[in-house]
């Protein structure tokens, strides 16, 4: 790990040194991490799509990135100016068509889309496009209007006093809020369960990612199943502390959780 952790008294410093840092820096590749929020991109499913209801209420639409049912892995990184993990995915896409049987319809023009903190766990926080950081309840960054794409800066920082490195999963929860004319409630809360350090991969029952299936892999999975609806929460030290290593294996039907039919899964793969 490169550098040593500073003193931070307020967010506004905290904000101030992280822009010190990236014009110091000049890094490239960091500096289109984080500047890269109003920038015209594809819509895809990898962005949390935000629309509105019939009546007239925010809300993000299940056809994208719903934050409640899927995990997003964060890459590392080791300097110069974020310590930890980092991405800027998932960003955040207008509807481009409506829905009307998920009641997920288009932005109308006047609309000022606003994403506010509800909570955040510790040694998370976002950054906007203005190098504001966003990580207490209350902070706000302005989206777009009709026609919003953004993608922030997501930072799990590993140089953060209250960070907890047994921690592999990590919660933020927003609503959003309207300025414009439009005039639209502001959402229901929102919680991103699956912020997560761990990278991804596949759902193969090779536990230890070590290309096969063995005795180590047996002794994972009684460990990891939960039942069905239930994400697993491991608590033998010697197999896993964290459940996306278990549903990285083990959750066949990408599910989220590891059941009896994951379990009956994994004895048809093991005996191939």
Known sequence: MMGSALP????????????????????????????????ARAQHGGD?????????????????FVPEDNYAPLAEV?????WGWSDNDPGFDHITADD???????????????????AMDPALRMLDAGFQLLDSPGDATFLGD???HVHNTWHIDSLDVDYDPEQCVWEATFILRDEGGTGYAASEPFTFHGL?????????????????I????????????????????????SVTTCEVECLNAFDFDDDRDVDLRDFAEYQRVAGQ
Request: aromatic share 2%; charged share 20%; glycine share 12%.
């Open 100 to 118: 009307p049987g998920n009641d997920a319809l288009q932005l109308q023009a006047g609309a000022e889309i606003w994403l506010e903190v509800v």
């Open 48 to 64: 949390v799509w935000v629309g509105r209801s019939a009546a007239g209420q925010l809300k993000v639409s299940p056809a994208g």
């Open 78 to 82: 080791n300097g110069p100016l974020l």
């Open 146 to 148: 009709q026609g919003l």
């Open 196 to 212: 997560t350090n761990i990278p991804l991969i596949d759902l193969d029952g090779d536990f230890d990612d070590d290309g096969d």
């Open 214 to 237: 063995d005795a180590d892999d047996h002794a994972a999975l009684p460990v990891c199943v939960a039942g069905p609806g239930v994400i697993p929460a491991p608590d033998d030290p």
């Open 8 to 39: 931070m008294n307020s967010n506004a410093e905290k904000t101030r040194m992280i822009a010190k840092r990236l014009l110091l820096s000049r890094g490239p590749a960091l500096v289109g991490l984080l500047v890269v929020g109003g920038v």
